[in-house]
């Protein structure tokens, strides 16, 4: 199985920044992809920012000139850098990982999704 782990969430005031970080581990031999996403109350999940392995990036509209991705491969991290956050920021950020990892049990490379357990950002007025 691969895990994440995020972390750098809180809470900060309109205009302010923060950085989340994810980490992955496992027996990883390759991620293709990893993101943010977010989930603000009553709302659907959203795609935030993702960046994949051959260096592309996509941002949502809402988040494009304030957030930027970047991942550090040797690392297994991804990171998002959040400025000039507004109130509606505000929800529980989540990193998704898409890639290939020795599945023990199969005993050979094995497709994987994984999401981490969200870190919560409050942006107040």
């Known amino acids: 199985q691969v895990q994440l782990v995020e972390s750098g969430g809180g809470s900060v005031q309109g205009g302010g920044s923060l950085r989340l970080s994810c980490v992955a581990s496992?027996?990883?031999?390759?991620?293709?992809?990893m993101g943010w996403y977010r989930q603000a109350p009553g709302e659907q999940r959203e795609l935030v920012a993702v960046a994949t392995k051959a260096g592309t990036t996509n941002y949502a509209d809402s988040v494009k000139g304030r957030f930027a991705i970047s991942r550090d491969d040797a690392k297994k991290t991804v990171y998002l850098q959040m400025n000039s956050l507004k109130p509606e920021d505000t929800a529980v950020y989540y990193c998704?990982?898409?890639?290939?990892?020795?599945?023990?049990?199969?005993?050979?490379?094995?497709?994987?999704?994984?999401w981490g357990q969200g870190t919560r950002v409050t942006v107040s007025s």
């Open positions: 496992g027996i990883i031999y390759s991620i293709s992809s």
């Open positions: 998704k990982a898409e890639g290939t990892y020795r599945d023990i049990a199969l005993g050979f490379p094995s497709g994987f999704t994984s």
